[in-house]
Each structure stands twice: as structure tokens, then as C-alpha cells.
């Protein structure tokens, strides 16, 4: 409600370009340099863009560049905005890495935000993420009320039982599970890859899916079927994982959060001065829309000449006969 969007457009660009200048000042006084990889994509740039140019019918690099970027660019102003970014991604990646917090401080943030997490069902559950296959089975006939028949639901669970007996009674391996699931699964999110979650966490699935999970006697290669509101599930666990989800999601957002705050701090490190009047953003889609009205506009106004010309041809040629007849 305060401003427009080139406005917000334009203050996100700056706010880059200082955070971008800050860090790379930064940089320089650690005397840090980017990598011989790095450097390898910088200098392939050039030709980089001339191929792109190609594929649009243009002549080279740069007059794909000042299509997509305003008639003032160079192609050496590319690969030095490009280098300048990419050296401090690179040390703020250093920086952000060298960064160590204790489990204390970790599980204090999770305290701190605990209601958001909870919102999105990450529990502080210290049960490690783990790896199941299953194989969903949808009860067919519904109620007038959406609900499925008491016979459906029987009907899916001999099915249910059945795809279990049948893999029981053959190789009865994780694959030989994988293959059935992609055979007769009705999850369309699994149904393609054997069935397969990989890292599920506590509180993720609905309740007895996730109770069948993260049951303390559970070990891989165990089988089951769950009943949830979606069907029936034939249930392969294929394993633990090392990590607890809410201690690595909590780890991830405090680490963000430090890296956001050492971002604001160089940047009120090193003040810029600016000024927007003169910034506007190149729209080159509108110089295009324009273009091509004048074009339309001006065979609009060709074809209607041409017409008024044939009009006053063929009334002339009608008059001349007229004259020859009389």
C-alpha cells in the first residue's frame, strides 16, 4: 500500500547490491579469492552467452545481454556482477560455516519458536527419521456423505491383505515389496518410485500411519497394515536414519536466522549512499507491445489506403464504362 512495484522491485535490487558490495569488502580484507572452479565459469562466460545467443537467433553475447538487460551493458560488466556475486556467496558460505552452536543453544531456539513448529507438526520428538515403503489400497463405493461403505472398506482390506500374502509368499525382499507397490499402489505420490518415503519424521504422516513408523519395536523389513482415512496401507520398513528432524530443522533455521544477522551487520559495516531518482527498471516487453502496435497500427492504415484506392479505382472504371455505354 505504500509504494509501487517497480518501487519494491527497485529497493530489493539495491538492497542486494549492498549486501553483494559489503560482503565482498569483507572478502577483501581476509584477502579471500574464489576457487580455480570458480574461476573456470567465469571465463567460459563469455562464449557461454554467444551460444545462448545463438539459440535465439541473435548475433552474440552481447546483444543477448542488452536484450534482457537495457542497451547499457557490456559483456564485461556481466562477468564482473557475476564474479562479484559469486565471491560472496562463496564467503558468506565460509562464514556461515564456520559458525558452531551447542545443542543447547539449538534446542533453545526450538523453545523459542515453539508454537510455529508445531503448526507445521515438528514435534521435539527425539526419534531419529526413518525410511518406509507402503502400498495404499482406496476402498471403492462411497456414502451419499463422501464416507466409504462398511463393504468397501472390507473389500480393501482383503486386497490389503492379500498384496501382503502375495509378496510373503514370493522373493519377500525390498524390492520385490517395491516392484508390488508400483504395480498396485493407488498413492500417487509413491506410486512410481516402489512405494517409497525417505526421511520421514514424527508427527509428518496421520496418527496410526506415524505410530506404526515410529514404534519403538519397529526394524527394517517389518510388514503391517494400517487403516487411515485414505485407505489401507501394506507397510514395508526399510529403515532408521541417523538424524532427529526437529533438532536439524530448528539447527537449519537458527543458522539462517545468524547468517541474516551478519548480512545486516556488514551492511550497517560498510553504509551506502543512493539515490533512486534516476532508477527505473527497462521493460523490454513494453518497448516490444509498442512496437508491435505500431507495426499493426501502420498496416492497419496501409491496408485502409490500399482499399480507398481500389474504391476510387473500381468507380472510375464503372464510370468510364457508364460513359462508353451512353
Same mark, same amino acid.
Given at each position: 500500500?505504500?509504494?509501487?512495484?517497480?518501487?519494491?522491485?527497485?529497493?530489493?535490487?539495491?538492497?542486494?547490491?549492498?549486501?553483494?558490495?559489503?560482503?565482498?569488502?569483507?572478502?577483501?580484507?581476509?584477502?579471500?579469492?574464489?576457487?580455480?572452479?570458480?574461476?573456470?565459469?567465469?571465463?567460459?562466460?563469455?562464449?557461454?552467452?554467444?551460444?545462448?545467443?545463438?539459440?535465439?537467433?541473435?548475433?552474440?553475447?552481447?546483444?543477448?545481454?542488452?536484450?534482457?538487460?537495457?542497451?547499457?551493458?557490456?559483456?564485461?560488466?556481466?562477468?564482473?556482477?557475476?564474479?562479484?556475486?559469486?565471491?560472496?556467496?562463496?564467503?558468506?558460505?565460509?562464514?556461515?560455516?564456520?559458525?558452531?552452536?551447542?545443542?543447547?543453544?539449538?534446542?533453545?531456539?526450538?523453545?523459542?519458536?515453539?508454537?510455529?513448529?508445531?503448526?507445521?507438526?515438528?514435534?521435539?520428538?527425539?526419534?531419529?527419521?526413518?525410511?518406509?515403503?507402503?502400498?495404499?489400497?482406496?476402498?471403492?463405493?462411497?456414502?451419499?456423505?463422501?464416507?466409504?461403505?462398511?463393504? !468397501?472398506? &472390507?473389500? #480393501? $482390506?482383503?486386497? *490389503? %491383505?492379500?498384496?501382503?500374502?502375495?509378496?510373503? /509368499? +514370493?522373493?519377500?525382499? =525390498?524390492?520385490?515389496?517395491?516392484?508390488?507397490?508400483?504395480?498396485?499402489?493407488?498413492?500417487?505420490?509413491?506410486?512410481?518410485?516402489?512405494?517409497?518415503?525417505?526421511?520421514?519424521?514424527?508427527?509428518?504422516?496421520?496418527?496410526?500411519?506415524?505410530?506404526?513408523?515410529?514404534?519403538?519395536?519397529?526394524?527394517?523389513?517389518?510388514?503391517?497394515?494400517?487403516?487411515?482415512?485414505?485407505?489401507?496401507?501394506?507397510?514395508?520398513?526399510?529403515?532408521?536414519?541417523?538424524?532427529?528432524?526437529?533438532?536439524?530443522?530448528?539447527?537449519?533455521?537458527?543458522?539462517?536466522?545468524?547468517?541474516?544477522?551478519?548480512?545486516?551487520?556488514?551492511?550497517?559495516?560498510?553504509?551506502?549512499?543512493?539515490?533512486?531518482?534516476?532508477?527505473?527498471?527497462?521493460?523490454?516487453?513494453?518497448?516490444?507491445?509498442?512496437? !508491435?502496435? &505500431?507495426? #499493426? $497500427?501502420?498496416? *492497419? %492504415?496501409?491496408?485502409?489506403?490500399?482499399?480507398? /484506392? +481500389?474504391?476510387?479505382? =473500381?468507380?472510375?472504371?464503372?464510370?468510364?464504362?457508364?460513359?462508353?455505354?451512353?
Amino acid at each position: 500500500e505504500s509504494q509501487t512495484w517497480q518501487q519494491a522491485f527497485l529497493d530489493s535490487a539495491v538492497t542486494m547490491f549492498h549486501s553483494m558490495t559489503a560482503i565482498n569488502l569483507e572478502a577483501d580484507k581476509a584477502g579471500f579469492e574464489l576457487g580455480e572452479e570458480d574461476q573456470a565459469q567465469l571465463d567460459a562466460i563469455p562464449e557461454s552467452l554467444d551460444a545462448t545467443a545463438g539459440y535465439y537467433g541473435m548475433e552474440d553475447g552481447l546483444a543477448y545481454l542488452q536484450r534482457v538487460f537495457g542497451p547499457s551493458v557490456t559483456v564485461e560488466d556481466y562477468v564482473a556482477f557475476v564474479r562479484d556475486s559469486m565471491r560472496a556467496s562463496r564467503y558468506m558460505e565460509l562464514l556461515v560455516e564456520q559458525m558452531e552452536f551447542s545443542d543447547a543453544e539449538i534446542s533453545d531456539y526450538y523453545d523459542q519458536h515453539a508454537e510455529d513448529y508445531a503448526q507445521s507438526r515438528i514435534e521435539k520428538i527425539d526419534k531419529p527419521m526413518v525410511s518406509v515403503r507402503h502400498i495404499l489400497v482406496i476402498p471403492t463405493e462411497q456414502n451419499e456423505d463422501g464416507t466409504y461403505t462398511d463393504e !468397501a472398506w &472390507a473389500e #480393501a $482390506e482383503q486386497k *490389503a %491383505q492379500a498384496l501382503l500374502d502375495e509378496w510373503k /509368499a +514370493g522373493e519377500a525382499t =525390498e524390492d520385490s515389496f517395491a516392484a508390488l507397490a508400483n504395480e498396485n499402489s493407488e498413492d500417487p505420490g509413491s506410486s512410481t518410485n516402489g512405494g517409497l518415503y525417505e526421511d520421514v519424521y514424527p508427527g509428518q504422516m496421520v496418527d496410526s500411519f506415524d505410530a506404526w513408523c515410529f514404534d519403538e519395536a519397529r526394524q527394517p523389513g517389518d510388514t503391517g497394515i494400517v487403516k487411515t482415512d485414505y485407505g489401507y496401507h501394506v507397510m514395508y520398513f526399510v529403515s532408521k536414519g541417523e538424524e532427529i528432524f526437529w533438532f536439524e530443522t530448528a539447527k537449519g533455521d537458527l543458522l539462517s536466522e545468524r547468517a541474516a544477522d551478519l548480512e545486516d551487520a556488514l551492511r550497517e559495516k560498510y553504509p551506502m549512499e543512493l539515490t533512486l531518482e534516476n532508477a527505473a527498471i527497462f521493460d523490454v516487453q513494453a518497448e516490444d507491445r509498442a512496437a !508491435a502496435n &505500431a507495426a #499493426a $497500427e501502420e498496416a *492497419a %492504415q496501409s491496408e485502409t489506403a490500399s482499399d480507398e /484506392a +481500389g474504391d476510387t479505382q =473500381e468507380a472510375a472504371a464503372e464510370g468510364t464504362q457508364e460513359a462508353a455505354n451512353e
